[in-house]
């Protein structure tokens, strides 16, 4: 029984002043969810409502696939943390305190620690595995930015799961199954969602998936083509070709005194920007300066070029490369004394680049004959790029769930192995899958939320329907109301029942739309007069009218079939 009269759904005209996304205002405006300091939020009744909609339709699709969920706590013994070295390699994103023993604790973050130590402890042969667990349990982050209301928190509910299998054959099972669940959960949500290839980083797994929400304040770019999505961090296209000048005996001297951008560079001497070679010096790793080189209208994409230097690297300070290559603004690969990595979008052919002589530049120069070089991936791909012949489209899109296969990054540190059928020990492979409800909620904000507020996709709503009564008490229009709650109430769905008695029907409408419960049925003097209940549809705010005879069937099915 839900009658607003009695609810807390404080709602509110303005938006909070700090708040960008949209999300976040209207989170805040339809009585969802209160701010309590900096990324830390609490969520209202109504808010809670659709936050836990999501993580049984989360569990029941965990329980489908053989997931057995359990609980792990927040606060932990730091030693799990320091034999897996994350606790000195995670920076300041990691909660650390004392207990009052003067012990060193964590507040979790993640939960692969905890459970590896379990698996340790009470896996003992191929025949306890396979094992997926998971738990739905509060992390703790100290974001740099946290952001946009709920979308980006230092303490969040996440659905973690763990696989734990024999072999790398097991894990790929294991991952399938996770993918059949996620794909089921973010369209029983009701997002609109792609999965796409996700870096795998340097922390030894073997494949990633993101599955992202698109929507204007997703923090991630993906690129998009007919059978293709991938995280712009990642992802490989085609490059647009380019018109290059034709091909001289040997590189030429240019003077270009004060030009030392690519497009000056490309105006003065009449050629395209992609006929430049870029050319950035870097620092890696226990390796030293390396010369980066893409087109000149590409980009570097530092996640492309950490995975293929192996390595972590940083730019290069001028007084580090200068005396090697040449002074800042016009270096360029012929005669630098540095190994060169070279973008594969640079196809054979003529190159206008840096002179490695201040105010100079050099055309003709043709990568292999001109100067040595490694090739790899490295650049960031751009709209117009193709894959499979089909131009690439980026959009913005937020992460709300991903699915890592670990191998045995874990199980090693953590002494989680098995004894095989032949009594040999075997680290056992693992997988972790997560999932942040709170995301899914906010994004179905963005996706569908118009003017007059959030419309929730059916699935997720805090509500199935909205009743406003609009007469006093006593009032027969009232009465009406009331008996028509009660039929409501009989179908099965959730109602919650605007009865409140001093507010006017324009507030209850504005507040109506704003809460986005997937149908709003009215009652009124109007229902009395013509024997008709008014009801609209949240996505598309449609009006329509149901006779006030079997309404309340004529209502659910109007619920059936909504969006
Ligand atoms: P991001 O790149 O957005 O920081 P992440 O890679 O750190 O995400 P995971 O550690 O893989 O995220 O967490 C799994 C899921 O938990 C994410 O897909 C997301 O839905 C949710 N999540 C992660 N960080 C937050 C946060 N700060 N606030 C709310 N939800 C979060
Ligand atoms: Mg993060």
Redesign the pocket.
Known sequence: MTRLSEYLLPTEKQAPADAEALSHKLMVRAGLVRQVGS?LWTYLPAGWRVHENVVQIVREEMDRIGGQEMLMPVLTPAELWQRSGRYDSVGAELFRLEDRRGAPMVLA??HEETVTSHVAQVVRSYRDLPLILYHFQT?E?D?PR?RAG?????E?I?K?AYTFDRDPEGLDAGYRKHIDAYDQIFDRVGLEWYRVESDVGMMGGSAAH??MAPCAAG??DVALAPGYAANVEIARADARPVELPAGIAAPEEVHTPGLVTVQEVADKLRVAAGSLLKAFPVIVEDRGLVLVIVRGDHRVNDIKLTNALGATFRPAREDEFAERIGPAGYIGPVGADVPVLLDDAVEPGAYVTGANREGHHLRGVEPGRDFPFKRADVRRVEPGDTVGGHAIRIEPA?????I?KLNTRYSEPLGATYLDEFGTARPIYMGSY???P???AAAAVEQYADEQGISWPKAIAPFDLHLVGLGRAGSEERELAERLYGELLETGLRVLYDDREDVGPGSKFSDAELLGVPVRLTVGRRTLANGEIEAQVRRGREDRTLPLDGAAQAAADLWRNAP
Do not use: H, S
């Open positions: 990324g973050m993640t992390k982050r974001e946290p709920v979308l980006r928190t230092r969040f996440m973690d993101e599955y923090e991630n937020i992460e709300v769930g991903n890592f997560g999932i942040g709170a995301r899914i």
